[in-house]
């Protein structure tokens, strides 16, 4: 068990070799194995990104995730997502990703495949069923510049110090300056125009590269 305040980052490496197409942020919480599954029956361990609630017990991801960022303050869901997205944007900027927020219970790995391939057709926009989001990295990030601009503005600094010495700090730093921010109620919700509304839950599998 890993618990939200004892080890800030726990997470592998990657290199240009193991850096396919798909990416998958989850937030781990207490109760979401079924969700981690379908999760790791869309993208292996190695490219899933647990972020987890602070003051909370995270479920056994040994296994499940082979990256996880244990939040230092309670920030809202959007800072977590957004810390995330500026790591997989250090590694592999040219990432799809898809984000399983802690209501997505029951989402099944063909509706995170159908996402995903309604999120190829628009590019530049971010598909988005229910509690789960998916586009691009880049779409994602234009997301996030749209509905909070001043946070997007101070991730983008970040990026470049991903895996460097000063990384911790300048975490450390947005979680003090910055305000509660909530992925679907502040980001998505003032970006309605960089979001594919899908009404009705995919049920197919795709057939592309990364799956």
Do not use: K
């Amino acid at each position: 068990m890993l618990a939200a305040g004892s080890s800030r980052w726990s997470r592998a490496q990657p290199t240009e070799h193991d850096l396919p197409v798909d990416w998958v942020i989850v937030h781990a919480v207490e109760g979401c194995a079924q969700t981690l599954e379908a999760c790791n029956a869309f993208a292996p361990p190695s490219r899933t990104f647990a972020v987890v609630p602070p003051f909370s017990v995270a479920p056994d991801l040994r296994g499940r995730a082979d990256h996880v960022f244990c939040q230092p303050a309670p920030r809202g869901t959007g800072l977590g997502v957004y810390v995330a997205l500026a790591m997989i944007r250090r590694w592999q900027p040219g990432a799809f990703v898809t984000v399983v927020s802690p209501a997505a219970v029951g989402t099944s790995a063909v509706e995170l495949h159908g996402l995903r391939t309604i999120a190829a057709r628009s590019a530049d926009r971010v598909a988005v069923l229910d509690h789960v989001a998916c586009g691009t990295l880049e779409a994602l990030w234009e997301l996030g510049r749209r509905g909070e601009p001043g946070l997007l503005d101070i991730l983008d600094s970040l990026v470049p110090l991903v895996g460097t010495r000063d990384e911790d700090e300048a975490i450390d730093y947005i979680y003090r300056a910055y305000l509660p921010v909530n992925f679907a109620d502040d980001i998505v919700r003032r970006a309605a125009d960089r979001v594919v509304p899908v009404t009705r839950r995919p049920a197919f599998r795709p057939q592309h590269a990364g799956a």
